[in-house]
């Protein structure tokens, strides 16, 4: 079955960086185009980044763009994100989603459970 | 790009029907998805593509996509049905997907 599974979140302080990893297993990675969404506390979920199967497109949310880089190794099925500069505004549980495509937009049926980062000094 | 725009919340009895929309302007020319998600856990789709059901999704969650509002619809709603309901879609003028920002459902 599928399974996604982050790791990488914990405490950091404003202005550090934090690395974060999606290990899938149970489907082809390489045949995939790859999500990260986030989600504060209490709030709703924000999309943060994507990148294609082959890692040759990304793309971003303005809210991180130019401060966190997504990219994958398929040799480990395996999706990253470098955060950095990192801000209190960045606190939030960070899931891992695998793109389905639909007749007219992408849309996620497996999500991973998490991995929380919290930004405070 | 889109701005999804959801109703905070919505409260309901057992049995009533649950009508949760997602505004935007001409989302109808866009497909639109729908997720559930219950505290503490990742979200789960419930419609995709405007109203297509994943399998092991109840009958009584539908969709449609019409204008300038999408809608989710539960049925005979139940007190498992008590979570947050979130709206998608994939902007492909600006690259960027869009989550609305959620209508969280109380059945009383």
């Known amino acids: 079955q599928v399974q996604l599974v982050e790791s990488g979140g914990g405490g950091v302080q404003p202005g550090r960086s934090l690395r974060l990893s999606c290990v899938t297993s149970?489907?082809?990675?390489?045949?995939?185009?790859m999500h990260w969404v986030r989600q504060a506390p209490g709030k709703g979920l924000e999309w943060v980044a994507v990148?294609?199967?082959?890692?040759?497109?990304?793309y971003y949310g303005d809210a991180v763009k130019d401060r966190f880089a997504i990219s994958r190794d398929n040799s480990k099925n395996t999706m990253y994100l470098q955060m950095n500069s990192l801000r209190a505004e960045d606190t939030a549980n960070y899931f891992c989603?695998?793109?389905?495509?639909?007749?007219?937009?992408?849309?996620?049926?497996?999500w991973g459970q998490g991995t929380l980062v919290a930004v405070s000094s | 790009s889109y701005v999804l725009t959801q109703a905070p919340s919505l409260s309901l009895a057992p049995g009533q029907t649950a009508t949760i929309t997602c505004g935007a302007n001409?989302?109808?020319?866009?497909?639109v998805y729908w997720y559930q998600q219950k505290p503490g856990q990742a979200p789960v789709l419930v419609v995709y593509?405007?109203?297509d059901r994943p399998s092991g999704i109840p009958e009584r969650f539908s969709g449609s996509n019409s204008g300038n509002t999408a809608t989710l619809t539960i049925s005979r709603v139940e007190a498992g049905d008590e979570a947050d309901y979130y709206c998608?879609?994939?902007?492909?003028?600006?690259?960027?997907?869009?989550f609305g920002g959620g209508t969280k459902v109380t059945v009383l």
């Open positions: 593509d405007n109203s």
């Open positions: 998608q879609l994939w902007d492909s003028s600006s690259d960027v997907l869009v």
């Open positions: 990148i294609w199967h082959d890692g040759s497109i990304k």
């Open positions: 989603a695998r793109e389905e495509i639909g007749t007219d937009g992408v849309y996620f049926q497996h």
């Open positions: 001409n989302i109808e020319s866009r497909s």
């Open positions: 149970g489907f082809i990675f390489s045949d995939y185009a």
